[in-house]
Nanobody
Framework: QVQLVESGGGLVQAGGSLRLSCAAS????????MGWFRQAPGKEREFVAA????????SHADSVKGRFTISRTNAKNTVSLQMNNLKPEDTAVYYC????????????????????WGQGTQVTVSS
């Protein structure tokens, strides 16, 4: 069984930064791609960023390109999301997730490709 725990959320003013982390227990993440998704009140969950198992490829949603960066440290079994220049529309619960399959060469944006999810961390950006 895999457990994912997000941390680093909070309240920040527009233009500020936060760094989210996702720690895994139960099984190493090093052979799986990882992703970040978010869900705002009254909206569907949406893709934010993804990274392949070895960090060789990343993908970011257009809405966060140039502001957010996904990275991973396999030795520490963690994945991070650096969020800069935050905007009020970034307010949401952020979730990390693990791919269903190992060694994928693509950073997947489809939530159906993910098998395990964390409980989420709240990010609130005030204007």
């Amino acid at each position: 069984q895999v457990q994912l725990v997000e941390s680093g959320g909070g309240l920040v003013q527009a233009g500020g930064s936060l760094r989210l982390s996702c720690a895994a227990s139960g099984r190493p993440l090093s052979t799986y791609g990882m992703g970040w998704f978010r869900q705002a009140p009254g909206k569907e969950r949406e893709f934010v960023a993804a990274i392949t198992w070895n960090g060789g490829k990343t993908s970011h949603a257009d809405s966060v390109k140039g502001r957010f960066t996904i990275s991973r440290t396999n030795a520490k079994n963690t994945v991070s999301l650096q969020m800069n220049n935050l905007k009020p529309e970034d307010t949401a619960v952020y979730y990390c997730a693990r791919h269903k399959w190992e060694y994928l060469s693509q950073a997947r944006a489809d939530s159906n490709d993910y098998a395990y999810w964390g409980q989420g961390t709240q990010v609130t950006v005030s204007s």
